[in-house]
């Protein structure tokens, strides 16, 4: 971990804010379902002090168990043997969507905004329970049962619902791969998973465009032996797109096939219920192991008291189900307390800037929730839409995936929340399942760029980076760890235990460590600082810089690279690659348009082996890279060059080429 951008804030003198009266009154019940700080206080202590009973009861509440547990939590967080609803079993599919056809078919579950908003729907309870179980009876068919994992690698619409759900209703467990990657890294991830069924569609549409996802899993399950079967779901219908027969069959004629119903299966609480793949600091990407009983109780649980979100709600995410906040948000939130959720499968700019608030118009959603770089880029270039819709349905605006600065939470509660609204930035990980550290809506004063405090369950804790200790009281820095074990935690990494536990529970022993760097103020509020690691943050998407250095590395130009994160005013973070040719002679073309070519050919390496929200902002060639004795490149001084810091290098003496700096201010100079 490196310290250099280890910032120590002052104290932040930011007002408190309390809930506006509009809030309430907008509120179905007049009232929050947490009342008041005292109340929050009151169950967060006895979620700390006994969580068995805290948590035992929470379960029994908001879910419906096949066969009730008998004993709520074993395992420590030193051992990495967390369990949670032990001998309980569950079906997450039952839970979403089952119990609320029964209770109420007619209800929406679904609201389909599709990129053409020529092609929207709305899909009940009733109607998503026959869809999922036509689908659940074609992977039943192929062999597909409890303990398989299965791809998806769908764009967000209701067919990514109802595969994850379909797969989910068998005991089997999803691996949603986000449809941006390349197909190398959607490889890698269906190998990883060892997954036997794909289920993926045609094309996507968004922003207009077409987009061939069919033929980047051709590509990438090319030889891949383990997939036995691929299910594709016409999204376009276009009869070009190849089908290899025996291995790729249409979505709509197998579903034809089936039956409308086929029961669920139920799984233990902590059988896994989801993979999902995200970047560390280093090496490949991590499968993220997800349990049914406890991830889904974080899910439901947070969604009803961190958003206050009542049943005749609607619950709008932005976030696409590829990454966690589709799958907790957009899914299984939304969905366990039998709340619609809608489906955007589109961007804030098309057809025009207006698409978010028109959304909100049309279906009158009480619950917005985005990532700050969405904000970002309307207030810069699509303000003046807002004030053509009227979207006083909102109740609860969140923030989500990066740090929201003061100046943009303000914009937020007043352009968009028309100060009626409670913002909720809302602080987690992949790893955590669902929200770590939130406001919970209605119940106590928010601050602007602050995450606020834990919810119930969250143990937070501020470590000396530097000793290990953790800092007690008020107005400390460090970095952000968890004291105790909390439902939606991830249990693991798929097949590499040993990795889960060198990540997240040896760096300080008996603590989860989030790899974020963070303040407790004086109020007791928490503020996320970002990442003490080589992670880094573009748009909301997490990647690490060392991923990025793998695929710029194999081009065979490309002697030795670095990649380091700096703040940019749209994307929050951007990709700043630092590289060294292996024939210096061509850092001095003849023709400099070569050296642009390169560039060029560099960053698109990048986008074929990730993906396109990957992209270096800037690709610079320069003779040598700054390095300790060792040999250690020192990023630190990268990142402070690009981020026009140069008068703040800090301490060179371990630097063995010095010569280096002044050409490397020159190299950055000459690119921005
Ligand atoms: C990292 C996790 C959580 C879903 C989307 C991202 C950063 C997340 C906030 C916030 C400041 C935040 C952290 C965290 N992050 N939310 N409200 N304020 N930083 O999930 O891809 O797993 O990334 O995103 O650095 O560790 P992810």
């Known amino acids: 971990m490196t310290m250099d951008h280890l910032i120590v804030h002052e104290a932040h003198n930011v007002a408190m804010r309390d809930t506006p009266q509009h809030f309430y009154d907008k509120q179905p019940s007049r009232g929050s379902y947490i009342k008041n700080k005292d109340q929050y206080t009151e169950w967060y202590n006895q979620s700390i002090n006994n969580p068995e009973q805290f948590f035992g009861n929470m379960a029994r509440e908001y879910l419906h168990w096949d066969k009730d547990f008998t004993k709520t939590l074993t395992g ?27 209770a109420n078919p007619d209800k929406i579950a679904l609201i389909y905004e599709a990129d053409d908003e020529k092609d929207n729907y ?73 997954c036997k069924v ?29 997939v036995s079967h691929i299910l594709v779901f016409q999204r376009t219908g276009n009869p070009q797109v190849p089908m290899t027969a025996g291995r790729d069959y249409y979505w709509d004629a197998e579903c034809a096939k089936q039956r409308s119903y086929i029961p669920c299966v139920p799984i233990n609480a902590e059988d896994p219920l989801f993979l999902l793949y995200t970047s560390g600091s ?15 109780l974080g899910a439901a649980l947070t969604t009803r008291f961190v958003f206050d979100l009542h049943p005749e709600d609607v619950f709008f995410t932005a976030g696409d189900v590829g990454w966690i906040t589709g799958h907790t948000y957009a899914l299984y ?9 809608i489906i955007f499968e589109s961007t804030p700019a098309y057809p025009d800037y207006g698409r978010y608030w028109r959304i909100i118009e049309r279906y009158q959603a009480t619950h917005f929730y985005v990532a700050p770089t969405a904000m970002r880029l309307i207030k ?3 303000e003046a839409e807002i004030s053509k819709y009227n979207i006083s349905s909102l109740r609860v605006l ?106 997240y529970l040896k760096p300080y022993p008996g603590f989860y460590f989030t790899g974020d760097n963070a303040g407790r103020d004086h109020d007791g509020y928490y503020w996320i600082r970002g990442r003490a690691d080589d992670v880094v943050n573009v748009s909301g998407h997490r990647l690490s810089t060392s991923e990025i250095e793998v695929a710029l590395s194999e081009h065979p130009a490309v002697s030795e690279c670095a990649a380091v994160g700096i703040a940019d005013d749209l994307t929050g973070q951007a990709i700043i690659a630092f590289l060294a040719l292996k024939n210096e002679e061509m850092e001095h073309p003849a023709n400099p348009e070569d050296l642009q070519l390169l560039r060029r050919e560099l960053i698109m390496k990048v986008r074929g082996s990730i993906g396109p ?36 290098l800090g301490d060179l003496s371990t630097l063995a080429n010095p010569e280096i700096v002044p050409k490397l201010l020159s190299a950055v100079d000459a690119q921005f």
Not at 203 to 223: F, P, Y
Not at 628 to 646: D, F, P, Y
Request: overall charge neutral; proline content about 5%; some cysteine.
């Open 198 to 226: 794909v289920i993926t569609c045609d094309e996507g549409k968004r922003g207009g465009k077409t987009v061939n996802i069919k033929r980047i899993v051709d590509e990438g399950l090319n030889g891949v032996q383990s």
């Open 333 to 341: 939130g939304p969905l366990s307390l039998g709340t619609s959720s």
């Open 380 to 382: 810069k270039v699509g």
């Open 613 to 648: 929200f990957a992209s270096p902002k800037s690709v610079i060639i320069v003779e040598d890279l700054p390095r300790t004795r060792s040999g250690k490149i020192m990023r630190r001084v990268l990142r402070k060059i690009s981020s026009n810091e140069a008068e703040e």
């Open 122 to 194: 709305k899909i009940t309870f009733n109607e998503l329970l026959t869809r999922i179980c036509k689908v659940a009876g074609v992977l039943q068919k192929w062999g597909v049962k409890k303990g398989d994992t299965v791809g998806i690698y769908l764009p967000m619409t209701p067919e990514a619902i109802i595969a994850m759900l379909a797969v989910a209703r068998l005991g089997a467990i999803h691996s949603v791969i986000f449809a941006g990657f390349s197909a190398g890294s959607l490889k890698d991830r269906i190998v990883d998973a060892g």
């Open 282 to 296: 280093t090496g490949s990407p991590k499968g993220v192991v997800h349990t049914a009983g406890g991830y889904l």
């Open 398 to 503: 969140g923030s989500v995936g990066e740090p929201i600065a003061p100046d943009l939470w303000e914009w937020y509660n007043e352009k968009i929340g028309n100060e009626n609204c409670v913002i909720c930035d809302t602080m987690w990980q992949t790893e955590s399942g669902s929200h770590l550290i939130a406001p919970l809506a209605g119940a106590f004063p928010t601050k602007p760029g602050s995450a606020t405090l834990p919810f119930f369950g969250i143990n937070a804790a501020i470590i000396d980076p530097v000793n290990g200790q953790e800092l007690t009281g008020n107005d400390v820095e460090g970095v952000l760890a968890i004291k105790s074990p909390w439902p939606s935690m991830a249990r693991s990494v798929w097949n590499d235990h040993q990795r889960y536990m060198e990540t």
């Open 76 to 102: 420590s967080l030193e051992k990495g043997d967390v369990a949670w609803f032990l001998n309980g079993e569950l079906n997450a599919c039952y839970n979403c969507v089952d119990r609320h056809a029964f």
